[in-house]
Structures are given as C-alpha cells and as structure tokens.
C-alpha cells in the first residue's frame, strides 16, 4: 500500500510534468508566430542604415519609445540623421506640449531650417566654437537647443548627426488647443493686443511657435525623445507625401554665400509656414511638372 507521502510526492511530480508540457507548448507555438514562412529569408537584426536623406517612416519598434496615451514619441534613432535630412524628416511629424496642468497643445511641422555646424558661417556653432549658450549643438542629436534673441523672444532647435548642427523649427500647423495657443501668444507677445490672432498667426514663426506652445530656456538641452513636457509624434500615415520647397534661410543676411543656400525646407502650398520665397516655389512646381511629364 502507497502512503500518504508517496501519494503526495506522485502527484506533485505528475502537476510539475505537466506545467512543463504546457510551457514548452507556449514555446513552440510562439516559434511558429514569429518564424518566416517556408522560403522566407529571416529578418536582420542589423541596425537600420540610411543613404543622404533616405525618407525616413518610423516603426514603433524601432523609432518609438515609452507610449504617451494611444499614441508614442519618436525616438532618439529618428533623430540621429544629418541635418538636412532630419529638417525634410521632420515635416509633418507632429509636436506635443503638456502643460502642467495636463493639457496637450499639438502642431505639425510645415517649415524647418538646417545649420550644419563648424563649416555653415549662418551656425551658431559656425568655426567650431563651443559655448554655454549652444553647448545643445553639441550634444546628441534629439537634444533641444533654445536660444533668446532680441533679449525677449526664444527659438527652438533640434540637434543633429554633426558636431554643432541642428534644425530650426520655423512653423507649425496648430492642431489642438488653439484657443490656449492664442491666450499664451497674447500674453506673452509685445506691443498693444488689439485684435485676437487668426489661427495662421499662431505657430507661423520660430519665436511665435514658442510663445504658443510656452516653450522658454528652460527647455534648453533636454532629451526631445525622453521629455514629459515636449516632445515629437509620427504624423498621420496615408496620403501623399508633400511636395517640399527648398528655399534660402531667413534672416541670415551677414553669412555670405552661406545666406543663399537652399537649406529651409517647408511644406508647398501650406497657408501656415512663416515666410512664402516665390522663387523656390515657381522652381519647385516646374521640377514636379517635369517629372510628371517624363515617361519611361
């Protein structure tokens, strides 16, 4: 006759065989979930690489960090590219502002400007110099670079790929919070406030996307990728892609040849971006109409 104890060492044996049969089971059967079909090449487990200015379309797996909500931040990897392809790559992505009180104020970016470093004489950081004010150049890319001009306006700038680059975001679309957007401009803009704002004059500038979305030094150097209080969303997918105009940066007249480089870049026909050059526009058009006239 089988005792008690035996009874009880049988049965423990035959709950742990068959825990184990239903774990190795999980096992295969998540094998066969992420296996290639019979034929398939397995996927690379390489990092991604792009060629100058590859158009960039962020997986969450790989551009996404920590969700915010139903929707997550891009990560530092879309960041770390060379400056101009980071001012194209950012067009149409969305910026996010949570205010401390919880509130979300929204803008797609319609117009960016590219500063390539030590070489670009428009550059804060033109000839190598470091300092306090644009020590965010020269940190990873991602890294937010907010600088005061004038004594009382801010700029907003994004590190790149590059010892001292960076991009300037010029304009936005405001998306939501509007009527936050226009109190904040009114608060903080200058001179008599004698009309309120036209949806168009909110973000339709680098100092007064900053007032609208109450952005100050403060946010100097943090992590555009990891920030609680800023940071930057894949747009909306679907659709065409927008054709984008390349024209001279603004107000940059003391830089030399540098002044006349194509290195703004904004959405065409956007009613929101600060500043229309009617040139790079005309140019823009016939380049678009000779390619849809080429046939093959």
Same mark, same amino acid.
């Given at each position: 006759?089988?005792?008690?104890?035996?009874?009880?060492?049988?049965?423990?044996?035959?709950?742990?065989?068959?825990?184990?049969?239903?774990?190795?089971?999980?096992?295969?059967?998540?094998?066969?979930?992420?296996?290639?079909?019979?034929?398939?090449?397995?996927?690379?487990?390489?990092?991604?690489? +792009?060629?100058?200015?590859?158009?960039?379309?962020?997986?969450?797996?790989?551009?996404?960090?920590?969700?915010?909500?139903?929707? /997550?931040?891009?990560?530092?990897?879309?960041?770390?590219?060379?400056?101009?392809?980071?001012?194209?790559?950012? !067009? @149409?992505?969305?910026?996010?502002?949570?205010?401390?009180?919880?509130?979300? !104020?929204? @803008?797609?970016?319609?117009?960016?400007?590219?500063?390539?470093?030590?070489?670009?004489?428009?550059?804060?950081?033109?000839?190598?110099?470091?300092?306090?004010?644009?020590?965010?150049?020269?940190?990873?890319?991602?890294?937010?670079?907010?600088?005061?001009?004038?004594?009382?306006?801010?700029?907003?700038?994004?590190?790149?790929?590059?010892?001292?680059?960076?991009?300037?975001?010029? /304009?936005?679309?405001?998306?939501?919070?509007?009527?936050?957007?226009?109190? !904040?401009?009114?608060?903080?803009?200058?001179?008599?406030?004698?009309?309120?704002?036209?949806?168009?004059?909110?973000?339709? @500038?680098?100092?007064?996307?900053?007032?609208?979305?109450?952005?100050?030094?403060?946010?100097?150097?943090?992590?555009?990728?990891?920030?609680?209080?800023?940071?930057?969303?894949? @747009?909306?997918?679907?659709?065409?892609?927008?054709?984008?105009?390349?024209? /001279?940066?603004?107000?940059?007249?003391?830089?030399?040849? +540098?002044?006349?480089?194509?290195?703004?870049?904004?959405?065409?026909?956007?009613? +929101?971006?600060?500043?229309?050059?009617?040139?790079?526009?005309?140019?823009?058009?016939?380049?678009?109409?000779?390619?849809?006239?080429?046939?093959?």
């Amino acid at each position: 006759m089988v005792n008690a104890s035996t009874r009880l060492l049988i049965l423990s044996v035959i709950l742990l065989s068959r825990k184990m049969g239903q774990k190795k089971q999980r096992l295969l059967e998540a094998e066969q979930c992420h296996s290639p079909p019979d034929g398939a090449q397995a996927p690379s487990h390489k990092e991604p690489r +792009w060629g100058p200015c590859a158009t960039l379309c962020p997986q969450r797996s790989i551009y996404f960090s920590s969700p915010k909500g139903p929707s /997550a931040q891009l990560g530092s990897e879309f960041f770390d590219q060379p400056a101009v392809c980071l001012a194209r790559a950012l !067009l @149409g992505q969305v910026l996010v502002r949570r205010l401390d009180n919880g509130t979300e !104020l929204r @803008g797609r970016v319609v117009e960016t400007e590219a500063y390539l470093g030590p070489e670009d004489e428009a550059a804060h950081s033109r000839g190598g110099r470091e300092t306090t004010r644009n020590r965010a150049m020269f940190m990873k890319p991602g890294t937010l670079y907010v600088y005061i001009i004038y004594g009382m306006y801010f700029c907003m700038n994004i590190s790149s790929q590059g010892e001292g680059a960076c991009v300037l975001l010029r /304009a936005l679309e405001p998306l939501g919070g509007l009527e936050i957007m226009r109190h !904040l401009r009114s608060t903080l803009r200058k001179g008599p406030a004698s009309r309120a704002l036209k949806d168009r004059e909110l973000c339709s @500038g680098p100092s007064k996307l900053c007032q609208a979305l109450a952005i100050d030094k403060s946010f100097d150097q943090r992590d555009l990728a990891k920030d609680e209080a800023v940071w930057l969303e894949q @747009g909306p997918p679907g659709g065409p892609e927008p054709a984008v105009v390349a024209a /001279a940066r603004v107000g940059i007249g003391h830089a030399g040849e +540098w002044a006349q480089k194509p290195l703004r870049f904004y959405v065409q026909g956007s009613p +929101w971006v600060s500043v229309v050059d009617r040139a790079a526009k005309q140019a823009a058009q016939a380049e678009a109409g000779a390619c849809s006239d080429t046939t093959f």
